[in-house]
């Protein structure tokens, strides 16, 4: 097992060096992930090397448990412990079963705000074997409209990783 994600140098250009580093990123995880069956394991060494590659202020999973969403592996500050379908941008991807991009949380309604610093957030759903919605990937950034097309893909193409082995 790699102990250290090689990721490629930054250019300057924004949206090249994110696209260069899912790429680069995409299929360590996926050698990462394989042979290991511990979903704790797994989601936790999904968002420690997220957290590692981008900087992101907040990386994590919120998992469908007890008729709500229940905080699961992540990297960053505290989190909220518990969320409600259909409340903030975590419960309206599960509800929506899509995923969800928020330039500016402050203008999504309903955002629960579990930290003052997240700005911007992309949420993506995690299906099950059965094509429910298992959990959650939040991701949140301190900075506003730090998210895009980019990112919602590799984000999918990360859940998709997580999707297969569940």
């Not at 140098?9 to 050698?31: C, F, K, V």
């Not at 059965?130 to 301190?142: F, K, N, P, R």
Request: glycine residues 6%; aromatic residues 8%.
């Amino acid at each position: 097992m790699a102990e250290t994600l090689i990721l490629p140098a930054a250019t300057g250009n924004r949206a090249h060096d994110r696209q260069a580093i899912y790429d680069s990123l995409l299929p360590q995880l996926d050698a990462l992930l394989t042979g290991e069956t511990d979903l704790t394991a797994n989601l936790a060494n999904t968002a420690a090397a997220l957290r590692e590659a981008f900087g992101f202020f907040w990386v994590g999973f919120y998992l469908a448990k007890e008729n709500q969403l229940v905080l699961g592996p992540f990297q960053g500050p505290i989190a909220c412990t518990r969320i409600q379908f259909n409340k903030g941008v975590c419960g309206a991807a599960y509800s929506r079963r899509e995923t969800i991009l928020v330039p500016d949380v402050e203008q999504f309604p309903g955002h629960i705000a579990c930290s003052s610093a997240s700005k911007s957030e992309v949420v993506v759903p995690i299906f099950d074997a059965t094509g429910a919605v298992a959990m959650v990937l939040d991701v949140d950034s301190d900075q506003l409209n730090d998210f895009d097309q980019i990112d919602v893909r590799g984000l999918e193409q990360v859940a998709a990783l997580l999707t297969a082995r569940l």
